[in-house]
């Protein structure tokens, strides 16, 4: 059975940065796509980022030139770093490995 671990949420001051951490325990084969996508309080879970095998990346309109996504496929690690934090980044994040895999999910809470 796989697991997704996601580490490194906490609370930030507005400005801040934040690394995002993802590794799946188990075996899994030929991850296509990772991920990140938030959830904050009332609203729908969104995409924040993804990753394909390839190295291609795709980034929601909110985070461009502040968030950067990496993998590594060696380790089936996904990472997020997050820079200029602002309070609309507060979210619950979580990683994605396609087709279905979900991690629990890290708090990121940005104080104004």
């Known amino acids: 059975q796989v697991h997704l671990v996601e580490s490194g949420g906490g609370l930030v001051q507005a400005g801040g940065s934040l690394r995002l951490s993802c590794a799946a325990s188990?075996?899994?084969?030929?991850?296509?796509?990772m991920g990140w996508y938030r959830q904050a309080p009332g609203k729908q879970r969104e995409l924040v980022a993804t990753?394909?095998?390839?190295?291609?990346?795709n980034y929601a309109d909110s985070v461009k030139g502040r968030f950067t996504i990496s993998r590594d496929n060696a380790k089936n690690t996904v990472d997020l770093r997050m820079n200029n934090l602002k309070p609309e980044d507060t979210a619950v994040y979580y990683c994605?490995?396609?087709?279905?895999?979900w991690g629990q999910g890290t708090q990121v809470t940005v104080s104004s």
């Open positions: 994605y490995f396609s087709p279905k895999y």
């Open positions: 188990g075996s899994i084969f030929r991850i296509n796509a």
């Open positions: 990753i394909t095998s390839g190295g291609s990346s």
